[in-house]
Nanobody
Framework: QVHLVESGGGLVQAGGSLRVSCAAS????????MGWYRQAPGKQRDLVAT???????NYADSVKGRFTISRDNAKNTVYLQMNSLKPEDTAVYYC????????????????WGQGTQVTVSS
């Protein structure tokens, strides 16, 4: 019931910035929590940041102070502004939605985007 489309990844030099976006569409009234995860080659998928419908945020320690998550509820879109990028930030970044409100109540299920590659060169 939720389709996620990410955009904005790319190649950047260390110390640079990128912004990735994720637009959600589908059969829901609203989205409770949206977030970003990342997966580097050979590693597990890890949380980067989440934001709930009220604007409360949560960040992985490794990105605190450098990344900022935000959302536009009217557009069902979540953004991740990444500053002071490091080579270790290189990964595929995935958008996640895991709680939505439908006409029949709340649904908890992990929806994922297709991922967008972020590569930081040293």
């Amino acid at each position: 019931q939720v389709h996620l489309v990410e955009s904005g990844g790319g190649l950047v030099q260390a110390g640079g910035s990128l912004r990735v976006s994720c637009a959600a569409s589908g059969s829901f009234l609203s989205i409770n929590r949206m977030g970003w995860y990342r997966q580097a080659p050979g590693k597990q998928r890890d949380l980067v940041a989440t934001i709930d419908s009220g604007g409360s945020t949560n960040y992985a320690d490794s990105v605190k102070g450098r990344f900022t998550i935000s959302r536009d509820n009217a557009k069902n879109t979540v953004y991740l502004q990444m500053n002071s990028l490091k080579p270790e930030d290189t990964a595929v970044y995935y958008c996640n939605v895991n709680r939505i409100r439908t006409p029949w109540g709340y649904q908890e299920y992990d929806y994922w985007g297709q991922g967008t590659q972020v590569t930081v060169s040293s």
